[in-house]
């Protein structure tokens, strides 16, 4: 059977998610994004209302929610601020390596903390000389009688300065590619583990972005998660879990340049007409309308599918993928029709093309979500029609 109504509980949290961002986030969206000062308040408020750590099962004290109650909170927040977003959000990002990997002892002791105060997660796969290629990981742990060390620099991490709790790869001292790699949890406050100041960013600039150094950290050996050389596929399967998020991130962001240009072309007059009457400016807005109707339906059913079992990395990629190329393409466009102002930072418009910009960047960029779609293209995919 197929159905695209949310169930009454789904509704209830998106006009939740909608009223918090509409009244917490978005009359604070520029404030944060001029100052570049790290939205606490704003997370604070997020975590009290219930719409954080949604992917930590009941059990250890989360509202275990699925993926589909997760697309549809970050689409109405990012509406009104991608990067507050990506900080709410990177904690489901942070937590679930542990949510997948973790034994119930790890899941009691690394998840349950966060459901009792506000706590951050981050997570950390990319080092300086790597991003795209987690299997080029250059961190490293070695064995310390019932301990691991760790030494490393990690780059680019959200939440790197404030995070409670990290969770990093590394690979085993001597190993090479996929098979050394493995994920450890890192508290906050462990001896060795230092963070740089916040990056300076073109957007999002209310998250934060930080490198972390790791120098001779050491952490008991049930901080391991997922087993010695389990990282890459760990660090992977938490991709599969979180990218359908970004495509409904960036849903939320296409959503509110599409309604920022269709206001705008209403009241803008040119060659004595409105704008709105000019078929050019009505072709690009019906375009905007149909690729955000299209990016929610492939989030929708990558979220879906994880929620009914169905692995599929492919689903999660896809979603991914037009979400950020389309949400850019959205936002480019939208400028467009605000014209010169567009291009002023005291129009809205600018701050939403500087953020759109993300999407094809973090959790795999666009040209990695394609190499991964393609590679299950020709390797897996079954010809309909040609029988080969
Ligand atoms: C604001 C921000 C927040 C981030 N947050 C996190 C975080 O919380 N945790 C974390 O671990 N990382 C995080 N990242 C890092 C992000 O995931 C990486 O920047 C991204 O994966 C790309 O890696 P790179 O920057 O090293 O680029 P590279 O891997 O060096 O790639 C450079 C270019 O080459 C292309 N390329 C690389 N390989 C291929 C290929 N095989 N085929 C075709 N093209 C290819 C890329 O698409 C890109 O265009 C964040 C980055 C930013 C900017």
């Not at 994004?33 to 606490?40: A, L, M």
């Not at 050996?221 to 760990?234: A, H, K, M, Q, T």
């Not at 010169?340 to 795999?364: C, P």
Request: hydrophobic share 40%.
């Amino acid at each position: 059977m197929i159905d695209f109504q949310l169930t009454e509980e789904q509704i209830a949290l998106r006009d939740k998610a909608r009223k918090f961002a509409l009244e917490e986030i978005l009359p604070v969206a520029k404030k944060y994004d001029r100052s570049g000062e790290f939205p606490r308040e704003v997370i604070e408020k997020a975590f009290k209302a219930g719409l954080m750590n949604l992917s930590i099962p009941k059990k250890y004290g989360g509202p275990g929610h699925g993926t589909m109650e997760s697309v549809i909170v970050v689409e109405e927040m990012a509406a009104a601020c991608a990067g507050m977003t990506t900080t709410i959000y990177v904690n489901d990002l942070g937590l679930m390596p542990i949510i997948l990997g973790g034994n119930e002892a790890q899941k009691r002791k690394f998840l349950a903390p966060f459901t009792e105060k506000l706590r951050l997660a981050a997570f950390a796969t990319s080092e300086s000389g790597m991003g795209s290629d987690v299997a080029g990981i250059q961190a490293t742990y070695d064995r310390d009688g019932g301990n691991y060390l760790l030494n490393g620099n990690k780059f680019f991490i959200t939440n790197g300065d404030f995070a409670d709790q990290y969770v990093i790869f590394a690979r085993k001292k001597g190993t090479m590619r996929h098979e050394g790699i493995s994920g450890f949890v890192v508290p906050r406050g462990t001896e060795g583990l230092s963070t740089s100041k916040p990056l300076e960013k073109l957007g999002h600039r209310a998250s934060d972005t930080a490198a972390v150094k790791l120098k001779d950290v050491r952490v008991p050996g049930e901080n391991l998660i997922g087993g010695e050389g389990g990282g890459f596929l760990l660090a992977m399967m938490t991709f599969m879990h979180t990218r359908p998020a970004i495509g409904a991130m960036a849903t939320g962001l296409a959503r509110s340049a599409m309604e920022y240009a269709i206001n705008y072309a209403k009241q803008r007059d040119a060659f004595e007409h409105k704008i709105s009457s000019f078929q050019a400016i009505q072709d690009m807005i019906a375009d905007m309308y149909a690729r955000i109707e299209a990016i929610r339906l492939l989030t929708w059913k990558a979220a879906w599918g994880l929620d009914h079992g169905q692995e599929d990395n492919i689903a999660s990629s896809c979603a991914k993928l037009v979400g950020a190329e389309d949400s850019m393409k959205i936002a480019t466009d939208a400028l467009q029709i605000y014209g010169g102002r567009g291009y002023l930072e005291s129009y809205a418009i600018a701050k939403l093309f500087r953020d759109a910009k993300l999407y094809s960047i973090y959790e795999g960029t666009s040209q990695v979500q394609r190499y991964v779609i393609s590679r299950f293209l020709f390797k897996e995919y079954k010809p309909t029609m040609i029988g080969f």
